[in-house]
């Protein structure tokens, strides 16, 4: 089970954390990620982290903007976003996979099957 929290209502140019609990898996045989989906559109990958190494991920959108980090005492991975901007709007989910999702330098998405119920992050203009 996955819970994600942090989200909210924030002006363009904020900033927020988003934090994701996990229980019920075996934590370090996970790869994490966050995911995004707005209005209209279909989940789109923003930022994963494996469960090996740290190697991570982020979409062309979230590069020096965002960053992934994950907690295994804790069985939390975050993501702090700064310098939001109006198009970040979206209901943002944590998804979670014992798949070998990240391979060979690459991340294969459609892998992640254990997801959050989502938190909105609405960024006004």
């Known amino acids: 089970q996955l819970a994600e929290s942090g989200g909210g209502v924030v002006q363009a140019g904020g900033s927020l954390r988003l934090s994701c609990a996990a229980s019920?898996?075996?934590?370090?045989?996970?790869?994490m990620g966050w995911f995004r989906q707005a209005p209209g559109r279909e989940r789109e990958a923003i930022s994963c982290?494996?469960?090996?190494?740290?190697?991570?991920f982020y979409a062309d959108s979230a590069k020096g903007r965002f960053t992934i980090s994950r907690d295994d005492a804790e069985n939390t991975v975050y993501l702090q976003m700064n310098n939001l901007k109006p198009e970040d709007t979206a209901v943002y989910f944590c998804?979670?996979?014992?798949?070998?999702?990240?391979?060979?330098?690459?991340?294969?998405?459609?892998?992640?099957?254990?997801w959050g119920q989502g938190t909105q992050v609405t960024v006004s203009s």
């Open positions: 019920g898996l075996i934590w370090n045989t996970h790869n």
């Open positions: 998804g979670a996979t014992n798949m070998e999702a990240f391979y060979g330098g690459y991340w294969d998405f459609s892998l992640f099957g254990t």
């Open positions: 982290i494996s469960k090996l190494d740290g190697a991570t």
